[in-house]
Nanobody
Framework: QVQLVESGGGLVQTGGSLRLSCAAS????????MGWFRQAPGKERDFVAG????????GYADSVKGRFTISRDNAKNTVYLQMNSLKPEDTAVYYC?????????????????WGQGTQVTVSS
């Protein structure tokens, strides 16, 4: 069993930055990939970024490449999402997810546990 708690969401102006954090407890954190997803009102929950168990490999949705950076600190059982150059279309609830293997997948099926979500709102 894994519990995930996101933090760091809030309101920011277009072009601003936020850093989301996800604190994990339960199973061995360093053995599994982690990911970030987001869901806007009326939309599906979509992949944003993923990171392998060691942090050596990362991947991003095309819509956030060059603007967002995922990282992890296994000693702190925490994964981060640094979001820069934010746009109104980034507005969504952001969810942290723990994978079911060492390597991330850009799909919900690759993740077994989910946090409660944190709201990110980008004003135009």
């Amino acid at each position: 069993q894994v519990q995930l708690v996101e933090s760091g969401g809030g309101l920011v102006q277009t072009g601003g930055s936020l850093r989301l954090s996800c604190a994990a407890s339960g199973r061995t954190f360093s053995s599994y990939a982690m990911g970030w997803f987001r869901q806007a009102p009326g939309k599906e929950r979509d992949f944003v970024a993923g990171i392998s168990w060691s942090g050596a490999s990362t991947g991003y949705a095309d819509s956030v490449k060059g603007r967002f950076t995922i990282s992890r600190d296994n000693a702190k059982n925490t994964v981060y999402l640094q979001m820069n150059s934010l746009k109104p279309e980034d507005t969504a609830v952001y969810y942290c997810a723990a994978g079911n293997g060492r390597f991330f997948l850009p799909a919900r099926a690759g993740y077994e546990y989910w946090g409660q979500g944190t709201q990110v709102t980008v004003s135009s």
